[in-house]
């Protein structure tokens, strides 16, 4: 199994459903501040806080200070390692899924 910190990272950083919510939120945005993840999600500005916190260490945003204001970006690259873990068992599914394949095709022409 492939590990590294960084997939472990954000791995963990993504397992937390309003963490993944608030992540999905940034990037639906060029750029967020904390006050308008805030406003309608049922979580505190705290809370919020602690998850951009989770994700920014994860490599998943980045912040960018203006004056009082923070304002934050989703990162794609932080993505790569969770798409190089899921490449590497991709490929070790679609050999399973080319040999069921022709199983079937096997079964179906009995």
Known sequence: MIQSPSIDALLRALS?????????????????????????????QGAVSQHLKALRLAGLVAERPEGRKVFYRAQPQG????????????????????????????????
């Open 16 to 44: 937390d459903p309003t963490r993944r919510a608030v992540y999905e939120r940034i990037a639906g945005t060029d750029e967020i501040t904390v006050a308008d993840l805030t406003r309608n999600s049922g979580v505190t």
């Open 79 to 110: 993505l790569a390692p969770l798409v190089e873990w899921m490449t590497h068992y991709g490929v070790f599914w679609q050999g399973r899924f080319d040999n069921l394949r022709e199983l079937l095709k096997e079964i179906d022409n009995d």
